[in-house]
C-alpha cells in the first residue's frame, strides 16, 4: 500500500499487561513519529525518529513507554504494564523531509482500550 | 499548556454555505501551520498550509488566512459538500522543529 499502516487497529489490554504496536511507514520517508490522542483531544506528540535515530522521546509519558526503529523503516512502540489512563489512539506518521518540518502523513492508528 | 486552541468544538453548516473554523495560538515561535482533516477510524490528513511569511493560502475550495499580529488562523471552505462532514485539526510547529502542536478539533457537520 501507498500509505503509513498501523497494526493492530484495535488492542484490548488487561492493566498490568505489556503492549506492541508496529507502524510502517511509507517507503524511504526518512522521519517517523508517534502520537497519543486522547478522546476529544488533538494528537499529542510522543516521540520522533530520523532512520534509526530516535532524536526525541521528551513526549513519552513515563518510562514504560518504549520505541524503536531498528532499521530504519518498521517502528514499533511497546507500553510495559499497561495502565488505564494508556488508553488512547496511538498515532504513527511519517514524511520525506530530514527535518520533518513539513506536512506528516498519518495511519490509520491502533486504539488501546486498557480494562 | 494548550498552545494551539480550537474553540468551537463543533460547527454545523448547511450544503453550498462557507464553513469558517477558527484556531489561536500562543506560541510566538511558530511559523508554519497546517490543517488536518479527520473521519471516523483514520488517521488525519493533511488539508492545507501555511508559512508565516505569508497571509493567505487557497487550495481550491479550501483557503487558511493567518493573522500573525492576532495569532490567530482560519480555514474557509467554499462551498461546503456533505463529504467535508469530518474533524478539522489545527497544528503548528516553530521553524527548524518537527514537532506538530495540535488543536483539539472541531467537528463540522455539513447539512443537505
Known amino acids: 500500500g501507498a500509505g503509513v499502516s498501523q497494526s493492530p487497529r484495535y488492542k484490548v489490554a488487561k492493566r498490568g499487561q505489556d503492549v506492541a504496536l508496529r507502524c510502517d511507514p511509507i517507503?524511504?520517508?526518512?522521519?517517523l513519529f508517534w502520537y497519543q490522542q486522547a478522546l476529544g483531544q488533538g494528537p499529542e506528540f510522543l516521540t520522533y525518529?530520523?532512520?534509526?535515530?530516535?532524536?526525541?522521546k521528551s513526549g513519552l509519558p513515563s518510562d514504560r513507554f518504549f520505541a524503536e526503529r531498528p532499521e530504519g523503516s518498521v517502528s514499533t512502540l511497546k507500553i510495559q504494564r499497561t495502565q488505564q489512563e494508556d488508553s488512547a489512539v496511538y498515532l504513527c506518521?511519517?514524511?520525506?523531509?530530514?527535518?520533518?518540518?513539513?506536512?506528516?502523513?498519518f495511519g490509520p492508528g491502533t486504539r488501546l482500550t486498557v480494562t | 499548556d494548550q498552545q494551539v486552541k480550537q474553540n468551537s468544538p463543533s460547527l454545523s453548516v448547511q450544503e453550498g454555505r462557507i464553513s469558517i473554523l477558527n484556531c489561536d495560538y500562543t506560541?510566538?515561535?511558530?511559523?508554519?501551520f497546517l490543517w488536518y482533516k479527520k473521519y471516523p477510524a483514520e488517521g488525519p490528513t493533511f488539508l492545507i498550509s501555511i508559512s508565516s511569511i505569508k497571509d493567505k493560502n487557497e487550495d481550491g475550495r479550501f483557503t487558511v488566512f493567518l493573522n500573525k499580529s492576532a495569532k490567530h488562523l482560519s480555514l474557509h471552505i467554499v462551498p461546503s459538500q456533505p463529504g467535508d462532514s469530518a474533524v478539522y485539526f489545527c497544528a503548528a510547529n516553530p521553524s527548524n522543529d518537527y514537532k506538530l502542536s495540535f488543536g483539539a478539533g472541531t467537528t463540522v457537520t455539513v447539512r443537505a
Open positions: 517507503s524511504g520517508h526518512v522521519s
Open positions: 506560541n510566538s515561535m511558530f511559523d508554519y
Open positions: 525518529f530520523q532512520n534509526e535515530a530516535q532524536l526525541d
Open positions: 506518521a511519517s514524511t520525506n523531509s530530514g527535518t520533518g518540518i513539513y506536512e506528516q502523513y
